[in-house]
């Protein structure tokens, strides 16, 4: 497991969401979703503007944490897809 250690230190260095995402210039929904450790992929470039924003080294941001082989994995909800479009009405015509 990834530990996103964001809500920590921006906790530590007293700045909210909103300051982090205009220092970093990362829209605030995704700096909310790193945050609340939401993210399933993490884009490096984003992860580089905030350990610039933060004055932090990625340790300081990212852990690994290795999986204890006697708790069963959480299992994520998959995405919803996207339905086919429904092409009856172009074949009617």
Do not use: F, W
Request: net charge neutral.
């Amino acid at each position: 497991m990834i530990k996103i250690h964001l809500s920590r230190l921006m906790g530590e260095q007293r700045i909210n969401q909103i300051e982090l995402a205009t220092k970093a210039d990362i829209r605030p929904a995704t700096i909310n979703e790193y945050y609340h450790e939401l993210v399933e992929r993490v884009n490096l470039d984003y992860l580089s503007r905030i350990c610039a924003a933060l004055n932090c080294d990625i340790s300081d941001l990212l852990e690994y944490i290795p999986d204890d082989p006697d708790q069963p994995r959480i299992k994520r909800r998959p995405r919803p897809r996207k339905k086919p479009k429904d092409d009856t009405i172009a074949q009617e015509q």
